[in-house]
């Protein structure tokens, strides 16, 4: 079956239960539904949960556009992830230099040394809530000072950061969740002016401060520009390894026998990461628009559909990555965690590094752990972050 009434699949995916646990949705959207496509009152509503469909439509944006996604993370687009080529192209090559593997290597001691500063605050103990006193204060740690904005604000990024990627109402309320994010993208657009008028007058180390003097054909960057970077590093910076961190732990404590592969034999801990990054794809989907017709496995696709590409369905596909079983010695692993094409996550060499050199220096202090005793765990929808994670274990 390739076209079905999609509200059955929104009911079914975008639901607590799911968030939890993931792989029997995925496997019945490919098997039932594999393009999903219903009208509602303003457009159409598609869903694409093959690995096939989805990697040829990251590589097509004269159909499938970024530029139409209605995400209001803010007063304007979030820049490049908004924007699609040429236009897209121009940005990139501003930033990619920036995170390129040569330059975030260089901060591979810092990174280490951070790690190992947060588990000396706990190691001692037994236990921890991962969530709160590891996963969250490393992304944190580092990207602040690589932006050049000070620790200090942190709590009020977060509170921000959360605002625009969970925010806090009762599943289904819509509306409820787009006050929210106007409301904190709008406090983000005024800090943001204050620290770019800040940085063009007292430059400092940051990214930020290098960002405010780029041109683009002799022409500076327009605020509107300045403002949707600022917002996607940001939000990008703070949440998703946090939530990758909170996923593949959860994952190794309740696997002891995966967790024992990486403790016994740690040169195959990033080829664990890639694999965690493939069964767990904590960005569980990336929105599109249908930017003119088009059709796709046998479903008829119509301009101004938005669609939703359900990473986390095609890096379960069976035609791509065969038996789903968890392999840390899979190779190729051409998993879509990180997206791809034109719109491969500008941070994925700093995620990789944070996340294996987190992998290892923590097994080496704590390489026995569980979840507490009693504890539920349960995740946030779209982009699976625990929402607290005890852990216990002998102290080291």
């Known amino acids: 079956m390739t076209q079905t009434d999609s509200s059955d699949v929104t009911r079914t995916l975008l639901t607590p239960a799911t968030a939890d646990d993931p792989h029997p949705t995925y496997r019945r959207l490919r098997q039932e539904c594999p393009v999903a496509r219903r009208e509602t009152d303003t457009r159409g509503e598609v869903f694409l949960s093959r690995y096939e469909d989805i990697f040829w439509a990251m590589r097509h944006p004269e159909y499938f556009t970024s530029a139409d996604m209605d995400l209001y993370l803010g007063e304007q687009p979030q820049i490049p992830l908004e924007v699609d080529p040429p236009l897209h192209t121009q940005y990139r090559r501003l930033l990619n230099p920036q995170f390129v593997p040569r330059e975030i290597e260089k901060l591979e001691p810092e990174i280490r040394s951070t790690v190992r500063e947060l588990l000396d605050r706990f190691a001692g103990r037994g236990s921890c809530d991962f ?5 969250t204060p490393l992304p944190s740690t580092i990207f602040l000072p690589l932006m050049g904005l000070p620790r200090e604000d942190l709590p009020q990024f977060l509170k921000w950061r959360d605002d625009n990627v969970r925010p806090a109402v009762e599943p289904g309320d819509f509306e409820g969740a787009e006050r929210i994010r106007r409301q904190a993208s709008l406090e983000m657009n005024e800090y943001f002016r204050r620290a770019i008028a800040l940085r063009r007058e007292e430059p400092n180390d940051g990214l930020l401060s290098r960002i405010v003097q780029w041109t683009i054909d002799g022409e500076p960057l327009s605020e509107r520009v300045l403002l949707g970077m600022s917002h996607l590093l940001l939000i990008g910076g703070l949440d998703t390894v946090t939530a990758t961190l909170d996923c593949m732990i959860a994952f190794l404590a309740t696997h002891p026998d995966h967790r024992r592969e990486i ?132 102290p080291a």
Not at 131 to 135: I, K, L, R
Not at 271 to 277: P, S, T
Request: with cysteine.
């Open 263 to 394: 403790v016994e034999h740690p040169e195959r801990i990033p080829g664990a990461v890639e694999e965690l990054l493939r069964w767990l794809t904590p960005v569980m989907l990336v929105p599109r628009s249908v930017a003119q017709d088009v059709e796709l496995g046998g479903v008829q696709l119509k301009a101004g559909d938005s669609v939703s590409l359900v990473l986390g369905a095609a890096n379960d596909d069976e035609d791509e990555f065969g038996a789903s079983a968890v392999d840390f010695t899979r190779d190729p692993n051409r998993h879509l965690a990180f997206g791809g094409s034109h719109h491969l996550c500008l941070g994925a060499h700093l995620a990789r590094l944070e996340l294996r050199i987190a992998l290892d220096e923590f097994h080496r202090r704590i390489p026995d752990y569980r979840i507490a005793e009693g504890a539920e765990l349960h995740y946030s929808l779209g982009i699976r972050q625990a929402e607290n994670l005890p852990l216990v274990f002998d």
């Open 131 to 135: 969530h709160e006193e590891f996963a």
